[in-house]
């Protein structure tokens, strides 16, 4: 019940188009959902979350949508830009304020 | 605002030595602060969470001996590797709340690549 799925686990995408990354969980009693990125050589920076009361949410050419009957949350990149690259992990809110992170997306956008 | 300062940013010590990472709240107030280890292209792991005026919890399979976490102050905790061997290279990231914001939020430092030789 810990574990948070993340597919694909590499992503390359033409500048312009956009970019997708989906998670899954099993822990029905998540609330809190969000998306880091991560840099090469630097720590996570939060580029957006989603909490469970809403289904979808979103922040200039990012957004998240949650499914939270089915247990899954997707982030959507558009208009993909090369500054973009990097990887990127979903995580869950697991109780006590702690957080499971997936696997990570490495996300290459080729200009 | 919410940043979240490391040091050092990377260091190189010999197997067997001790090496101290530090972890600071540069603009807010942390009672929690989270300690992380990342392999190579690898997830983020874990450590222990990191409670001001108490004692740290630690994640299952990591030992408290062998990693001691003090958190002092509201703006500081500390991470020791003590006895490092080569196995305990890694990037070790930590993270900390606003204890003033209901808040899920964590905010994370630049990380600190350690390397035992």
């Known amino acids: 019940g810990e574990n948070v799925e993340q597919h694909p686990s590499t992503l390359s995408v033409q500048e312009g188009d956009s970019a997708v990354i989906k998670c899954t969980y099993s822990?029905?009693?998540?609330?809190?959902f969000p998306w880091y990125k991560q840099e090469l050589g630097k720590g996570p920076q939060l580029i957006i979350d989603?909490?469970?009361?809403?289904g979808e949410k979103k922040d200039q050419r990012i957004a998240v949508t949650l499914n939270k009957t089915a247990k899954h949350f997707s982030l959507h990149i558009t208009e993909t830009q090369p500054e973009d690259s990097a990887v990127y992990f979903c995580?869950?809110?697991?109780?006590?304020?702690?957080?499971?992170f997936g696997t990570g997306t490495r996300l290459t956008v080729i200009p | 605002g919410a940043v979240v300062s490391q040091h050092p940013s990377w260091v190189i010590c010999k197997s067997g030595t001790s090496v101290k990472i530090e972890c600071r709240s540069l603009?807010?107030?942390?009672?929690?602060m989270f300690w992380y280890r990342q392999f190579p292209k690898q997830s983020l792991m874990l450590m222990a969470t990191?409670?001001?005026?108490?004692?740290?919890?630690?994640e299952q399979g990591v030992e408290k001996d062998k990693f001691l976490i003090n958190h002092a102050s509201l703006t500081l905790s500390t991470l020791t590797v003590t006895s490092a061997h080569p196995e305990d290279s890694s990037f070790y990231i930590c993270?900390?709340?606003?204890?003033?914001?209901?808040?899920?939020?964590?905010?994370f430092g630049p990380g600190t690549r350690l390397t035992v030789t």
């Open positions: 993270s900390a709340r606003d204890r003033d914001r209901i808040t899920y939020e964590q905010y």
């Open positions: 822990d029905s009693a998540s609330n809190y």
């Open positions: 989603i909490r469970s009361n809403v």
């Open positions: 995580a869950r809110e697991r109780g006590a304020n702690n957080l499971f």
């Open positions: 603009d807010f107030q942390a009672t929690t």
């Open positions: 990191s409670n001001e005026g108490s004692k740290a919890t630690y």
